[in-house]
């Protein structure tokens, strides 16, 4: 499953695409958003933020495309007049003079206002996004320590989108071995210095992520310069302390660990 790096770097894509260029159309699969077709012709894509695995599509004139992907939707860039070979459904087509943006398959989509934007119930429910530059880790360790989170075990706090959207199960094993803890720790169980870590890790790791693999490096083989540490690495040498990495199953995901350096 795509985590939060992987959806910005396709909002990323979305936005080279279409980003202040004016619509000259725009397709909706589903009845209700066909009213927006002709709203939108004229109107620039502002920006697509990404909160979770949700994408909000900002239009000039104060609309918001919401879409989720769920875990078939998938959106596609390509060149105005051209339409790809698929077996997937198209729901939305937003349209400029040379590229178009297509999203197929998802099914949890509503042109949203402000005040639907206030209001909606996904958005209400995920917590702040880790790709978000404004997130501090002052207000990462406020969460840590808050009293709907400070007793949840690691091993699920790091996989609920209420408490930081965009982690998934790769980056909680990296973060928690980059930290040095065991899966089982609680936020009220930490250290300072140890809650400080966490909370620096918990957005480092993921916008490390996100800045670098998928990269080229032109000095290394394989080209991707993000590299796990621990993740799908079972049985291997710790590259820290030179323990054997091992693997289970929390949350019902795949976990890996070094019980040589995490604690």
């Not at 000039?60 to 989720?68: N, P």
């Not at 398959?105 to 702040?128: C, N």
């Amino acid at each position: 499953m795509p985590e939060g790096p992987e959806i910005r770097r396709a909002a990323d894509k979305l936005e080279a695409a279409v980003l202040g260029k004016p619509l000259t159309a725009a397709w909706f699969a589903f009845p209700e958003l066909k009213a927006f077709e002709q709203a939108l012709v004229g109107q620039k894509v502002e920006r697509i933020e990404t909160r979770g695995k949700a994408l909000l599509t900002h239009f000039s004139a104060g609309l918001t495309l919401y879409s989720h992907n769920q875990l078939y939707g998938v959106w596609r860039v390509v060149n105005t007049g051209e339409m790809p070979e698929t077996t997937r459904v198209l729901r939305v087509k937003l349209q400029t003079a040379d590229k178009a943006i297509l999203l197929y398959s998802a099914s949890d989509i509503e042109m949203l206002d402000a005040d639907g934007l206030a209001k909606h119930p996904f958005l209400l429910r995920v917590g702040p996004d880790v790709l978000d530059l404004t997130l501090s880790a002052e207000r990462v360790k406020e969460r840590l320590l808050s009293t709907r989170f400070h007793k949840r075990q690691f091993s699920g706090l790091l996989l609920d989108q209420a408490f930081l959207a965009g982690l998934g199960n790769y980056l909680r094993v990296e973060i928690l071995w980059a930290v040095g803890l065991l899966a089982q720790h609680k936020a009220q169980d930490l250290t300072p210095e140890q809650l400080d870590k966490l909370s620096h890790a918990l957005l480092d790791i993921p916008r490390h992520s996100y800045n670098t693999r998928g990269n080229v490096d032109e000095n290394k083989h394989h080209g991707v310069i993000f590299s796990f540490k621990v993740f799908h690495r079972a049985g291997q040498k710790c590259e820290r302390c030179g323990g054997i990495i091992e693997k289970t199953m929390l949350s019902s995901r795949p976990f890996y660990w070094c019980p040589g350096c995490q604690h």
